[in-house]
């Protein structure tokens, strides 16, 4: 096998695991931007992807076809956002600790979900969904050699979370709400002397950081997994959350990192199959994201600097 | 502002305060610290809401919910402690809440364009596209003045605006208040410096713990000793005169001493400092010369880059702070809350918190915290530090109590070198003067007194003889009894650098 | 101090009762008798002999974890990577029960003692960069909890070598089992462990309390920069307290490891055992009886939510819905006070007043 062919085969595949991560990495972005540490991104994720099977179940049932999936992701966008509220209303309105609240959060998350599959079901998994964000080539950019290893057996769901990126970037960088999220993140008081309601900020972060959450769940279960049980999300939303400390709180990094760590998956599980990979012991490509995160969190790759309010409630008149 | 009262909880902050701003003056607002100045301020500026009272802009009557209609009645506050995000520009800080848009995004032409108008017309000089973390404090404040500016305020409030500022950006200080006053805005000045009040006020309300004393206008009748006496409640001698000093073998001696601070730079750079026993010494300064790095290199803090720390003839460069509390340092810190107490220990407890691991407090590795209790009873009766028992958290002392409660814990190891940053800061006149005749009585008994403060007044009343610190050096020692206010602000601004006297 | 107790005990009195209220409503929305569920529920936490015994059982590696979160916390750390330290050690455990032939009263300490060190050093290495490097212990100790994970499988396939996803049983000789404690609780899996970790919350107290290192941790926990200004040193202490939490979380691996299962199976997920040493700490208030008793309450629970789901058909996820609401209301006590402090005004005023 050549080099490039070995590429036609891992990249495909590391885009499908890249796409959560990339799009759930954004969502951490909103929230610790606007001041609120989301280690409760993982439940949130695992509320999406419960969300995002039973609602394409459920319409399949009612006839929705090959859209079904497509629907279910705009739900589970949806049920995410509101399922972020049990970590915005403690830990903005009543000073919980965040870092608590996301390891209760995440808790609650996977006894909910599978209390409710349990109870539409009657057991402890979902069916496997009939219509799945189907791997396509995509029509005339499969033909380009060498690049086309982007375009063939890809999911669209991919070239979405990539465009996300870019529009997150825009939003937080080049918009007035983008100012104001950053500002209530770095000195929430500076930001409430000028009339910025922080408070509500903060819940905008938290929320969309719910929805986007939801949405990367919904999209692993949907494209990777096909069904939801208690291990359909193991750990992708805590990788998420590395991604995004690797990217600098940066969307643009948040995606070159979500790649990364995407491409170092992806030969974790197909490398014992290619010439080469299999070479490399698959314990190092597994702990590889998390380790770089570490050493990227000590300076030893580049300084990552968390904003400067995250995980500290803002309690009004106090100095 | 009329009749304003705040309660928190059970503690009355302001109590039936008038305050009445005329159009086109500058009104000061003098008090002590924790007089209820900065939550007067706040209740204007919308971030408290009073119990009592009403606000009335322009003769109508107005409920001030929050900053936003604060500024929309055109009242800005320049605070004390700068509201800026320090990784933002100086333009995105100003525009922050009100950007000027085209489309989506923001329109950052427009927005420099305006800042710099209003920078123009006003003479603040800044540069819009620099980093807050990157320019000078004095910079920094002309950013939160247009802050207020750019969004319309006709009535500025300024918070204790002299405290990080040099004589000089004092001066400039006090020109863009008069500009601004000539360009039709009114304001403000909230201080507890007479002198400044005395050089720029038209008039002056004084309130005292909470209570409006009254209102003077500022003219030939009033002097800084009468306001002095409104703002104290009684006459205030600024010139209690201490027993002359007696100074004897050299006690610490730095020699050429290089400290870096956190971001690398050098803050302290060749620094030479010698202080006897039984003396006195003051370092007067602006904030950030490197006095923080110099009590830092000292205690053992920090280590020094190079150069010597000699401390009663032993080099102790570079010694961990422990080692340096055994060989005999006291210190007062210039951060109590940080440094001075641990204030959810106990009182009983933070009594002993450098001598805790030494017979008979702990024995074995195992606490004696019957001994301990004993020593913090003894020290609480001696310095009369005022708690309802020793096993209150020291958070629930006031702040009077607290630093009587460290000077308690500090002097009694009879250190030979007693280091006191700050120490009166944020207290009431009563404490100041029993702080103050401690450190005397330290010097009495022969100990060597490093004394660190801000306020020349303080410096002026306390040392026997003053090093004046300057961009990390001593550029002059003065004698208080022959040297003035203006000698050693000119000193303190870099005006006559390496004429050292000795 | 007596005052305060009080609160302390009122916040978490609340918080479960909150917790059991929102267990209620969820099983009522999802169509179950919330009265046979709390029935079937208490019964399998405490109604038989056999009940009793594993819910002490599944208390012995709860205790050892929320001390370990404990621990940390009372020196202002957040150690959230109990979880990878609790495999670390049960790894090491099982290891040594394995692969050592010893007497017993060489043996079992030996087994314990490699779970306390492997788990020490694993626990080192967030606490280490913290020191040095100033990285928030938070995000390093979740991705050592993922490195653990991987490699600890690792370790099971290359080093110790699973055959059937399952290690071999320890040797007797390091076992924790007790014929006596089983045969006492009518075949529940009770071994000694609760005892070492009842044991150990009395060491947890001793070392905090009465030890002038605890004097010194909790001072550092308190205010680092006092503790740094009175001549401690703030690195050596931040380390010290993730090396002894760590020892604790060691413990509950072996907990597991010489005790329940005696072996270890490989696992691609969590064992959850960290995690809810978090909510233990939590619900505890970080104090060694509040550790042993909430330790108990969800063991009781996790135990009690296999009865639920037989006796009442309830699904025993239920039970990770109602902890996870006690930990959120504790964790809200600030919201909790508040309306506790107002009602309590209310009255006294008789009337509303705003």
Known sequence: MSFLEVLYIVVPVALAYATPLIIAALGGIFSERSGVVNIALEGIMVIGAATGIITTLTLTDLGAGALSPWIALLVAMVVGALFSLFLAVPAILWRADQTVLGVAINMLAIGLAIFVVRVLYNKGQTDFIEYRIAKENVPFLSDIPVLKMFFINVQYTSFVAIALAFVVWFVIFKTPFGLRLRSVGEHPMAADTMGINVTKMRFMGVMLSGAFGGLAGAVYAVTVTTNFSGTTIVGQGFLAIAAMIFGKWNPLGALGAGLFFGFAQALSIIGSNLPVINNVPQLLLLIAPYALTILALAGLVGRADAPKSVGIPYIKGKR | ?502 | MKKLSLNQLLIPLLSIILGLLVGAIVMLIGGYDPVQGFISLFEGMFGSPYAVGETLRAAAPLIFSGLAVAFAFRTGLFNIGVEGQVLIGWVAAVYVGINFDLPMFLHLPLALLAAMVAAAIWAFVPGFLKAKFYVHEVITSIMMNYIALYTTNAILRNVIGVTNERTDSVKESASLASPWLQELTTYSRLHWGVLIAVLAAIVYYYILQRTTLGYELRAVGFNKHASQYAGMSVNRNIVLSFVISGMFAGLAGAMEGLGTFGSMTLSASFTGVGFDGIAVALLGANTAIGVVLAAILFAGLNIGGLAMQLGANVPSELVKVIIAAIVIFVASGYAINYVVEKLKGNRKKGVEKK
């Open chain 2, 1 to 502: 502002m009329l009749n304003i009262r705040k309660e928190f909880g059970t503690f009355v902050a302001n109590d039936n305060i008038t305050l009445q701003l005329r159009k086109g003056e500058i009104h000061a607002l003098l008090g002590e610290n924790g007089a209820g100045k900065s939550t007067l301020m706040n209740v204007l500026f919308g971030l408290y809401q009073p119990e009592g009272g009403e606000i009335r802009v322009h003769g109508k009557k107005v409920d001030i919910e929050n900053p936003n209609i604060a500024n929309d009645l055109g009242i800005g506050m320049v605070h004390q402690h700068f509201m800026l995000v320090e990784k933002f520009t100086v333009t995105e800080n100003i525009i922050l809440g009100l950007e000027p848009k085209s489309g989506m995004t923001i329109d950052r032409d427009t927005a420099r364009k305006k800042v710099m108008e209003i920078s123009e017309q006003y003479g603040l000089k800044i540069d819009p596209d620099a980093k807050i973390e990157d320019i000078s404090v004095g910079m920094q404040q002309r950013v939160e003045i247009l802050k207020t500016l750019y969004r319309g305020a006709d009535i500025l409030i300024f918070d204790e605006p002299t405290a990080v500022l040099t004589p000089q950006e004092i001066q400039e200080l006090i020109q863009i208040m008069k500009r601004l006053i000539a360009e039709g805005k009114s304001i403000i000045l909230i201080t507890h410096k007479l002198k400044e009040i005395m050089q720029v006020a038209d008039r002056c309300t004084v309130i005292r713990r909470g209570r409006y004393i009254g209102t003077v206008e500022v003219d030939e009748t009033v002097n800084e000793d009468s306001l002095a006496e409104m703002m104290v409640g009684r006459e205030v001698n600024f010139d209690a005169e201490y027993s002359k000093a007696d100074p004897q073998q050299v006690v610490l001696d730095v020699q050429n001493l290089v400290v870096k601070d956190s971001r690398g730079l050098s803050v302290v750079e060749g620094l030479d400092l010698q202080i006897r026993a039984g003396e006195v010494l003051g370092i007067a300064g602006i904030d950030g010369n490197g006095q923080t790095e110099l009590i830092e290199a000292i205690t053992g803090l920090k280590k020094p880059e190079s150069g010597k720390v000699m401390l009663n003839g032993q080099d102790v460069t570079g010694h961990t702070p422990r080692k340096m509390t055994e060989a005999g340092i006291g210190h007062i810190p210039q951060d109590r809350h940080k440094h001075g107490l641990v204030l959810d220990y106990s009182i009983r407890d933070n009594m002993v918190l450098q001598t805790y691991y030494k017979e008979p407090f702990s024995k074995r590795g195992l606490m004696n915290y019957k001994a301990v209790a004993e020593k913090a009873k003894a020290l609480i009766e001696k310095f009369d530090v005022r708690t309802p028992s020793i096993d209150v958290p020291a958070r629930a002392l006031s702040g009077g109590n607290q630093q009587k409660a460290i000077i308690a814990r500090e002097v009694d190891r009879s250190p030979d070198l007693l280091i006191a940053a700050q120490p009166t800061r944020g207290l009431d006149v009563g404490a100041i003067e029993f702080i103050h005749e401690q450190l005397i009585k330290e010097r009495e008994k022969g100990r060597a007194v490093l004394l660190i403060s801000f306020e020349l007044d303080e410096i002026l009343h306390v040392s026997d003889r003053i090093a004046v610190l300057y961009e990390g050096k001593i550029v002059g020692i003065r004698d208080p009894k022959e040297t003035t206010e203006q000698e050693l602000g000119f000193l303190m601004a870099g005006g006559q650098r390496g004429d050292e006297t000795e």
